[in-house]
């Protein structure tokens, strides 16, 4: 008998990846269901991108019982305070757990839009360097890709989302499909040049590459600069799926968008060997649906689809679906970051900013890109800025009086700053399980995380503050401060593999298309799949081998493969 | 153009009309030394102060509903040895001091601001500092009149030239 289907494919998650499945399925003619966990967002409402601190009783600090009890995790992310809280999910609703001695940050947005609403905006492509990097040095297992398979696909989404940057023509960090690039300050101009002359040529500070619009581009505003872009944008100026991707799906007729619809388990058709569906807990009324489709694509952000797998277990599947290799939930990664050094620029006291560029510099990778550091494999590139000290300084500065008061509303000196994003290992022990004890609001059993850093991990980050400072110094920086920081894993929000690609079925959990090895109507396309980290921000890696998986699975279903 | 959302209002009514309720954390005596040194770290000059701009009743908002427990006994408790520390030096508590008294227990508070290693009164001294310029320059008319924030810019300029200043 034919198997009757709901929909052509079904996609979990509404974020960055979640809004390139959708777009890419319904634009080849799929009638496509999202399933979305959290609430519809309606910009012109929820936004709050211009709310101003005096707008709000604590002057965004907010209150303990609103953040602290409520979030206790989030608000541990910059973007979780009192104006952008909205986007972050409740830590009573959603708990989780881990190891003793291995605390772990999961920063969460369940709403229409996903991640895509606060996420950082960096995008920077990967090289052969990176999907070398696990054949050559042993950790992890080969990826089965090169740069050249996916090339065309960043390219693919570069040109959609907008991406602002400089080419630099350097190997390790691919240039791509630029908008024009924000400007660099007058410290940062020099500082550039300095740090270029004094390291003959290897160490490259550039403009960060942001997907922000510098021009009008595909229907969307250039920037307006008013800064914090993690409370949305109203002219959706910055990248995200609720204002570019999945109005484009929206527009094909072929998207069905179901909000509050908690995935709870895949489901297996055993005589088949195929997904059969997603067995859905509506968020409101906790009743039970499943939908079935002839493709599943798993968007929900590493973790939750990690989790999705494991809690969906079967006879097949004792260990989790997709597991028959063993490596599900295992090589979980995030980048560990934020080391690094601050100093002050002299003079430039005739230059200030106007408008606030959501935007910083990057330092392109210099580690293990030509020779072999004594300390530590792999790399990490420096992301920072400069600026003119403003009132701030004044809660540190000895002063009081009407002299004090009025110096404040005077620019201060010139600071420089840059920290590091490290690559991290991909290590077994580092993973995702589920925890027997602890369910979420909807029934859900928890993940429960084990991720640690490590020696390599360690020695990278000592190395961070002593370049930077190196670097702040040819600068002509002076004050030179050490900046150690160790947040703990998952605090990057960077967090990937769990469901790696592999080259075969015994050594992860997905193939070359991001199909799983034990489903083939399986496709798992968020951070779950990557091999290794490399130290890039790894969103445009995800939309791109998304948008490549979309294609691919197209053309199977074309050809009665799927 | 009201660019106030919703919940922000209603947060804001909120406190407004429930002044009352918000549950007091401070007596009239650190009330009155909160006030006293809000008034003298930013008096009022050719441009507002930290008492124009409602500075010390944000303050007990503050101390009151994001303050934990712990942290405000420990606050108020370094408070108490400000009181301690006028006392003993110039023989009376801090509100009660003349002029030039007060000048030098503000300064020798004062001269901790920066430093790590800090005694209880240093450390009450220090933390409501920064309360007092973190309120009082992000309240609105610091904000709108003086500060002169674009809160939409519409472009960036890497490079404006202006008039040097001393840093």
């Given at each position: 008998?034919?198997?009757?289907?709901?929909?052509?494919?079904?996609?979990?998650?509404?974020?960055?990846?979640?809004?390139?499945?959708?777009?890419?399925?319904?634009?080849?003619?799929?009638?496509?269901?999202?399933?979305?966990?959290?609430?519809?967002?309606?910009?012109?409402?929820?936004?709050?991108?211009?709310?101003?601190?005096?707008?709000?009783?604590?002057?965004?600090?907010?209150?303990?019982?609103?953040?602290?009890?409520?979030?206790?995790?989030?608000?541990?992310?910059?973007?979780?305070?009192?104006?952008?809280?909205?986007?972050?999910?409740?830590?009573?609703?959603?708990?989780?757990?881990?190891?003793?001695?291995?605390?772990?940050?999961?920063?969460?947005?369940?709403?229409?839009?996903?991640?895509?609403?606060?996420?950082?905006?960096?995008?920077?492509?990967?090289?052969?360097?990176?999907?070398?990097?696990?054949?050559?040095?042993?950790?992890?297992?080969?990826?089965?890709?090169?740069?050249?398979?996916?090339?065309?696909?960043?390219?693919?989404?570069?040109?959609?989302?907008?991406?602002?940057?400089?080419?630099?023509?350097?190997?390790?960090?691919?240039?791509?499909?630029?908008?024009?690039?924000?400007?660099?300050?007058?410290?940062?101009?020099?500082?550039?040049?300095?740090?270029?002359?004094?390291?003959?040529?290897?160490?490259?500070?550039?403009?960060?590459?942001?997907?922000?619009?510098?021009?009008?581009?595909?229907?969307?505003?250039?920037?307006?600069?008013?800064?914090?872009?993690?409370?949305?944008?109203?002219?959706?100026?910055?990248?995200?799926?609720?204002?570019?991707?999945?109005?484009?799906?929206?527009?094909?007729?072929?998207?069905?968008?179901?909000?509050?619809?908690?995935?709870?388990?895949?489901?297996?058709?055993?005589?088949?060997?195929?997904?059969?569906?997603?067995?859905?807990?509506?968020?409101?009324?906790?009743?039970?649906?499943?939908?079935?489709?002839?493709?599943v694509f798993l968007c929900a952000s590493a973790i939750e689809s990690v989790r999705l797998l494991l809690n969906s277990k079967s006879a097949h599947f004792p260990q989790g679906l997709g597991n028959s290799s063993g490596t599900l939930g295992r090589y979980v990664m995030d980048h560990h970051y934020g080391s690094g050094a601050s100093g002050t620029m002299s003079g430039f006291t005739d230059r200030a900013t106007f408008g606030r560029r959501p935007n910083g510099i990057y330092i392109a990778r210099f580690r293990n890109v030509s020779t072999q550091h004594a300390d530590f494999l792999r790399g990490y590139g420096m992301q920072g800025g400069s600026s003119r000290r403003d009132w701030h300084r004044g809660t540190t500065m000895p002063g009081y009086g009407a002299d004090f008061k009025k110096s404040l509303l005077d620019l201060g000196s010139w600071s420089l700053s840059a920290a590091g994003w490290g690559?991290?290992?991909?290590?077994?022990?580092?993973?995702?399980?589920?925890?027997?004890?602890?369910?979420?609001?909807?029934?859900?059993?928890?993940?429960?995380?084990?991720?640690?850093?490590?020696?390599?991990?360690?020695?990278?980050?000592?190395?961070?503050?002593?370049?930077?400072?190196?670097?702040?110094?040819?600068?002509?920086?002076?004050?030179?401060?050490?900046?150690?920081?160790?947040?703990?894993?998952?605090?990057?929000?960077?967090?990937?593999?769990?469901?790696?690609?592999?080259?075969?079925?015994?050594?992860?959990?997905?193939?070359?298309?991001?199909?799983?090895?034990?489903?083939?109507?399986?496709?798992?396309?968020?951070?779950?799949?990557?091999?290794?980290?490399?130290?890039?921000?790894?969103?445009?890696?995800?939309?791109?081998?998304?948008?490549?998986?979309?294609?691919?699975?197209?053309?199977?279903?074309?050809?009665?493969?799927? | 153009?009201?660019?106030?959302?919703?919940?922000?209002?209603?947060?804001?009514?909120?406190?407004?009309?429930?002044?009352?309720?918000?549950?007091?954390?401070?007596?009239?005596?650190?009330?009155?030394?909160?006030?006293?040194?809000?008034?003298?770290?930013?008096?009022?000059?050719?441009?507002?102060?930290?008492?124009?701009?409602?500075?010390?009743?944000?303050?007990?908002?503050?101390?009151?509903?994001?303050?934990?427990?712990?942290?405000?006994?420990?606050?108020?408790?370094?408070?108490?040895?400000?009181?301690?520390?006028?006392?003993?030096?110039?023989?009376?508590?801090?509100?009660?001091?003349?002029?030039?008294?007060?000048?030098?227990?503000?300064?020798?508070?004062?001269?901790?601001?920066?430093?790590?290693?800090?005694?209880?009164?240093?450390?009450?001294?220090?933390?409501?500092?920064?309360?007092?310029?973190?309120?009082?320059?992000?309240?609105?008319?610091?904000?709108?009149?003086?500060?002169?924030?674009?809160?939409?810019?519409?472009?960036?300029?890497?490079?404006?030239?202006?008039?040097?200043?001393?840093?």
């Open positions: 008998m034919k198997e009757q289907y709901d929909f052509d494919a079904i996609v979990v998650g509404s974020g960055i990846t979640g809004g390139w499945a959708a777009k890419e399925l319904t634009e080849a003619g799929l009638k496509t269901l999202v399933l979305e966990a959290g609430g519809p967002i309606d910009p012109a409402k929820d936004y709050v991108e211009h709310v101003q601190p005096y707008e709000v009783p604590f002057r965004n600090w907010g209150d303990r019982g609103l953040l602290k009890k409520e979030r206790p995790i989030q608000t541990d992310c910059y973007a979780c305070d009192e104006i952008g809280h909205k986007f972050f999910v409740s830590d009573v609703e959603n708990p989780y757990t881990h190891a003793d001695g291995a605390p772990f940050s999961w920063f969460r947005g369940r709403q229409v839009g996903g991640r895509s609403i606060t996420w950082g905006r960096q995008v920077y492509r990967w090289s052969d360097l990176d999907f070398e990097a696990n054949a050559k040095d042993g950790h992890g297992n080969d990826w089965p890709i090169r740069y050249k398979d996916i090339a065309p696909w960043y390219s693919h989404v570069e040109k959609f989302i907008g991406v602002s940057g400089a080419p630099e023509g350097l190997s390790q960090l691919p240039d791509g499909e630029f908008l024009a690039p924000m400007q660099m300050t007058a410290v940062e101009r020099t500082a550039r040049e300095r740090i270029l002359k004094g390291f003959n040529g290897t160490r490259l500070m550039t403009i960060g590459r942001a997907a922000i619009l510098t021009e009008d581009h595909n229907g969307r505003a250039a920037c307006h600069y008013c800064g914090p872009c993690e409370r949305g944008c109203i002219t959706h100026s910055y990248f995200s799926s609720i204002g570019s991707t999945l109005p484009a799906a929206n527009a094909t007729g072929n998207l069905t968008l179901r909000p509050h619809s908690v995935a709870a388990e895949l489901t297996y058709d055993a005589m088949r060997g195929r997904i059969r569906g997603v067995r859905v807990v509506d968020a409101n009324t906790l009743r039970d649906t499943e939908y079935k489709a002839r493709v690559e991290t290992l991909p290590h077994v022990d580092n993973r995702v399980t589920i925890d027997p004890n602890v369910k979420d609001k909807w029934g859900v059993p928890a993940a429960r995380m084990d991720v640690r850093w490590r020696e390599n991990e360690r020695a990278m980050q000592r190395d961070m503050m002593t370049s930077m400072a190196e670097m702040l110094d040819a600068a002509g920086c002076t004050d030179i401060r050490l900046q150690p920081v160790d947040h703990p894993p998952g605090h990057c929000i960077h967090e990937m593999g769990g469901a790696r690609m592999s080259n075969t079925p015994t050594q992860g959990v997905l193939n070359a298309w991001n199909q799983a090895w034990d489903a083939q109507n399986l496709f798992i396309t968020d951070g779950a799949c990557m091999a290794s980290s490399a130290c890039q921000n790894p969103s445009i890696t995800y939309m791109a081998l998304t948008a490549r998986a979309c294609d691919h699975a197209v053309s199977q279903m074309k050809r009665n493969e799927l | 153009m009201n660019l106030m959302p919703g919940f922000a209002e209603a947060a804001w009514g909120a406190v407004a009309a429930g002044a009352q309720r918000t549950p007091r954390v401070l007596g009239p005596t650190q009330e009155q030394m909160i006030t006293l040194i809000a008034d003298t770290i930013l008096p009022r000059s050719d441009t507002p102060g930290a008492i124009d701009v409602g500075v010390p009743p944000w303050i007990g908002l503050v101390l009151a509903e994001y303050f934990s427990d712990t942290r405000r006994a420990r606050f108020l408790a370094d408070l108490g040895a400000i009181d301690r520390l006028a006392l003993s030096t110039c023989g009376a508590i801090l509100i009660g001091l003349k002029h030039h008294d007060l000048m030098k227990v503000m300064s020798s508070l004062d001269a901790a601001c920066g430093s790590k290693d800090l005694t209880p009164a240093q450390r009450g001294y220090v933390q409501l500092k920064e309360l007092i310029i973190y309120g009082y320059f992000t309240s609105k008319p610091v904000q709108q009149d003086l500060l002169k924030v674009v809160i939409v810019p519409g472009r960036f300029d890497a490079d404006v030239r202006i008039p040097a200043s001393p840093t």
